[in-house]
């Protein structure tokens, strides 16, 4: 009787059937230990700087798209608006129509601030940039406080609402009024300022020290220079008639 031998392959066994042993162990464990040296995880400093680096290019990103609406609604509907109140008293003007867009690095400078040292969210800073859309009415001085409250109500009646208003011609720094006003379909912010040409003047002769004064700290010893500079300036304009007594609004 012939006794046939098992097949070659059916007489091995699979590796799944193969038992674990130490030696198995150490060589699958020193094999992971090995793929772990090769690849280490990402230090804590090395996470966070990635998380910088993605914060920066997403705040990038939305800055561009915000700027590119604010330049829509200013070429699109404030300045047209604004030129038409303005031709309705040949008396004063629009100065400076040219600038009346702020710069994107100085945009994106006061959304930095805002985000990095104030805490608000990145959508809401850069909805509280309330000078990014920007102009200025200038006026002879006996016209001055009857031309404030005119071209407010024009504003006015164009649909903007004001949303603060700040007179300044009794400070020691900077004379004027400063307002802000809400353009109603988008909701965007834009700052009207009211001078007479003397303070318009002084605010541009003065307009370094007062860049420099913001970027130093309140203690450096420049700043008090600078101060003193602002109030000689400042101190030599007539203040219109009726001026002083322009309401604050908030």
Known sequence: MRI??????????????????????????????????????????????????????????AIDQ???RVREIERGTVTPAMKRIEAED?????????????????????????????????DQAIGLVKDSIRYTFCYPEARYSDGVDADCERLQDAGYRLVDRENSWTAEQYKGINSRWREPESGQLFEVQFHTQPSLDAKEETH????????LPDDD??????????????????????????????
Not at 32 to 58: G, I, L, Q, T, W
Not at 221 to 246: D, F, M, S
């Open 221 to 250: 010893a420049e700043v008090g220079k600078l101060h003193a500079y602002q109030r000689e300036v400042t101190a030599k304009i007539p203040t219109p008639p009726g001026a002083a007594g322009i309401p604050d609004y908030t």
């Open 90 to 122: 040949p008396e004063r003007r629009l100065a400076g129509l040219e600038h009346s867009l702020k710069g994107k690095d100085r945009l994106t400078e006061k959304v930095d601030k805002m985000v990095n040292e104030l805490g608000h969210p990145l």
């Open 208 to 215: 370094g020290a007062y860049e420099q004064i913001r970027t």
């Open 66 to 68: 915000a700027y590119d």
């Open 4 to 61: 046939d031998q098992p097949d070659e392959d059916r007489g091995r066994a699979d590796d799944a059937d193969t038992p674990d042993t130490p030696d198995a162990d150490a060589a699958r464990g020193s094999g992971a230990a090995n793929r772990e040296r090769a690849v280490p995880a990402a230090s804590a400093v090395e996470h966070a700087a990635y998380r910088a680096r993605v914060d920066a290019v997403f705040r990038a990103h």
